[in-house]
């Protein structure tokens, strides 16, 4: 069982294979940050396992998150990466998970910090986890499965590197769908392009599911898009007025949901902010969530993503 540290100390670094600097590994009661002696950091709350920040080495905040986010661990973060577990969306009324809200627990519950890695200079790593005795009883009631949540956040000069183990500590097989809901900041949405999709079939939410193949090279965001881009074959690309900004590669990690709620939808949202925030944000959303990933008792699953910013 992974223990559950309300406090966690400072964690012992590795002694260095040589004498260059390596990265750091901060802990606090309520996050850890990351950083790397050429300047980029990571920020990432226990609560949720919620990655806030991530910076490269000129400063530049890759990540976009809403400056309404409530970050007092009292409602999922609205911005970073937070984590979707066990189920993506709202719940079907006829699944086991029918009982928890949408997106599951994992971004509302408070993970512990396991080990950290600063062994070389290039890259620096923390593992978090999460198992079903460290759950709130409400969550722990609502899908009563055994299972321990291994997160590795690894943070490089070029990328960061997102990478979940799930286990089923159980007597029972269980199923269930995973996902990094990425928001990823942009200049300027309404001007970007998403490479990779064409060819790939997807379920429009915008047009109540509806399901087409993609035929574009370049994928725009006009407006509100969410989409969900099943088997996605390599990696997506990210351009900015034609440029590329970030690639994202995966692996585990069959499909791809891209999301930007626009004006109205973002307006919607209580906790979704400036006004045109949505111009300055783009999720491209790694996960296993068109079929659910059936686990068997004393299975390990496992799926990554790393995002260059290029
Ligand atoms: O991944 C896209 C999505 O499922 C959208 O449908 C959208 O509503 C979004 O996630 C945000 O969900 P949330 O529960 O964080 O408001």
Not at 32 to 44: C, D, H, Q
Not at 202 to 224: M, S, W
Not at 264 to 280: E, L, N, T, V, Y
Request: aromatic content about 6%; charged content about 20%.
């Amino acid at each position: 069982m992974v223990e559950r540290g309300h406090k966690p100390g400072p964690l012992a670094a590795p002694a260095a294979a040589s004498d260059a600097p390596t990265g750091a590994v901060d802990v606090t009661s309520d996050r850890v940050t990351l950083s790397l002696p050429s300047g980029e950091s990571a920020e990432i709350l226990l609560y949720g396992a919620t990655v806030v920040s991530w910076k490269t080495a000129d400063g530049a905040e890759k990540l976009f998150l809403s400056d309404k986010a409530v970050l007092d661990g009292t409602k999922a973060v609205r911005g970073g990466i937070p984590l979707v577990f066990p189920v993506f969306g709202p719940p079907p009324a006829d699944h086991a998970t029918s009982a928890l809200p949408q997106h599951g627990f994992a971004r509302t519950s408070v993970w512990n910090v396991l080990g950290s890695d600063t062994s070389i200079p290039s890259s620096v790593s923390v593992e978090l986890g999460l198992s079903a005795d460290s759950l709130a009883p409400a969550a722990r009631a609502a899908w009563p499965h055994e299972f321990i949540l291994l997160y590795t956040v690894t943070l490089t000069a070029a990328s960061l590197g997102t990478k979940i183990l799930v286990r089923n500590t159980g007597a029972a097989a269980f199923d269930f769908k995973l996902l990094f809901h990425t928001y990823l900041r942009l200049a300027d949405a309404g001007a970007a392009a998403v490479t990779g999709l064409n060819g790939v079939s997807y379920a429009d939410k915008v047009a109540g599911g509806a399901t087409a193949t993609e035929t574009r090279d370049e994928v725009t965001i006009p407006g509100e898009v969410d989409r969900v881009y099943r088997d996605v074959p390599g990696a997506v690309v990210v351009k900015q007025d034609g440029t590329p900004v970030y690639s994202v590669e995966r692996s585990g990690l069959p499909d791809v949901v891209v999301w930007n709620p626009g004006e109205q939808a973002a307006a919607k949202m209580g906790d979704f902010g400036p006004a045109d925030g949505h111009r300055s944000m783009l999720c491209i959303e790694a996960g296993a969530v068109a079929e659910w990933v059936v686990i068997e008792p004393q299975a390990v699953w496992e799926g990554g993503v790393a995002v260059a910013a290029v």
